[in-house]
Each structure stands twice: as structure tokens, then as C-alpha cells.
């Protein structure tokens, strides 16, 4: 089971974007969920999450610019990120359980989306 991120791309400081992520089969439902991000010669590090209850949680370094959301109709989760710096500039990979019926699937990550922030 995999999850597929999407909406990278590349954008001036200030600018906004959004991502999305979602599972590879619809038929699977997505549970709780986060954003992480790696930048080059760096380590990958948590961006934000989202429970299933819709709780949300954020780095200090993206509060107050970055949202993260779901759609659960769309089995779909997203990352509004806005006023993009450019050490914003990364990789964005999405992460998250799964279930199909009362079946879980644990620590699923999508395959990334490159966002770069530059003028």
C-alpha cells in the first residue's frame, strides 16, 4: 500500500502551494497522517500531522504558514503552505496508517514532492 503526494513545484518567496496525498487505492481510508520534508544534505524532519479526529500539530518552523488538512469524502490529506521560504526548499513526503475494512496498514509513505522556493 502506498500513499501518492502531489503539488510540488516551484514557486518565489512568499508564494504559496499546496499538497496532497492520498492513497494509491481508494478504497483504502487514511487515519492519522504527516507531512515530513528533507532538504538536501539534511536529515528528514516532521512538518506537521493530523489525527484522524482532525487534531493538527506543526513544527515551530512552519506555525502560522502551513495548514494541514483532510478530506475524509476525498480520502485525501493536504498541506496548505503559504509565505514559502527558501529554506522551505525540499522534499515533501507524506506518511500514514491505512485501513481497508478493519484491516490497518501502518507507516505508509508516499514517494515525495519536490518543492522549491526560490527567486
Known amino acids: 500500500v502506498q500513499l501518492q503526494a502531489s503539488g510540488g513545484g516551484l514557486v518565489q518567496p512568499g508564494g504559496s502551494l499546496r499538497l496532497s496525498c492520498a492513497a494509491s487505492?481508494?478504497?483504502?481510508?487514511?487515519?492519522?497522517m504527516g507531512w515530513y520534508r528533507q532538504a538536501p544534505g539534511k536529515q528528514r524532519e516532521l512538518v506537521a500531522t493530523?489525527?484522524?479526529?482532525?487534531?493538527?500539530n506543526y513544527a515551530d518552523s512552519v506555525k502560522g504558514r502551513f495548514t494541514i488538512s483532510r478530506d475524509n469524502a476525498k480520502k485525501t490529506a493536504y498541506l496548505q503552505m503559504n509565505s514559502l521560504k527558501p529554506e522551505d526548499t525540499a522534499v515533501y513526503y507524506c506518511?500514514?496508517?491505512?485501513?481497508?475494512?478493519?484491516?490497518?496498514?501502518?507507516?505508509?509513505w508516499g514517494q515525495g514532492t519536490l518543492v522549491t522556493v526560490s527567486s
Open positions: 506518511n500514514g496508517n491505512l485501513t481497508w475494512g478493519s484491516v490497518w496498514y501502518f507507516d505508509n
Open positions: 487505492r481508494r478504497l483504502f481510508s487514511i487515519k492519522d
Open positions: 493530523i489525527t484522524s479526529g482532525g487534531s493538527t
